[in-house]
């Protein structure tokens, strides 16, 4: 038998929704971080973010359907002079909020979503000076039990 998709281990778009709502609060109530929404934010963050996050772990591509991929969102986050240690403060809001949204404590599980987010904000972070260019039609990538896909 197949082993499932860390989407599928998760829970699917429920435990995503969750796992975003959570990761948001968390993310308001982070100094540094939440200097990032002082000017507001998009009333469907919570959902988009819930939707590359699935698409990221195998779910439906529903992220690259609205928004045009992984270029799009490295966009929003780009030249934003973000303070160095961001990244590192952003995933431990990520590990603590896959606590407070209940996703399984599976080791391996919990391993491969910490390790996908250390990429993504190292990732992220490398977009953050001024100068930064993002590439164009970047798909979304894929992140596996084994790491990218």
């Not at 961001?86 to 910490?114: H, I, N, T, Y």
Request: glycine share 8%.
């Amino acid at each position: 038998m197949a082993r499932p998709s860390i989407y599928e281990f998760a829970g699917g778009d429920p435990a995503f929704l969750a796992l975003a709502a959570a990761h948001h609060e968390r993310c308001l109530q982070e100094p540094e971080i939440s200097h990032a929404f002082s000017h507001g934010f998009n009333p469907a963050h919570i959902d988009n973010l819930a939707f590359y996050w699935a698409e990221v772990f195998g779910g439906p591509p529903r992220y690259s359907e609205l928004h045009g991929g992984h270029s799009g969102m490295l966009e929003m986050h780009a030249r934003t002079g973000a303070a160095e240690d961001w990244g590192q403060r952003f995933v431990a809001c990520f590990v603590q909020a896959a606590d407070d949204a209940g996703l399984p404590k599976e080791s391996e599980f919990r391993a491969a979503l910490r390790a996908y987010m250390e990429w993504a904000t190292e990732e992220v972070m490398s977009y953050t000076p001024a100068e930064s260019q993002v590439p164009k039609e970047l798909p979304v990538p894929r992140w596996g039990w084994n790491g990218p896909e």
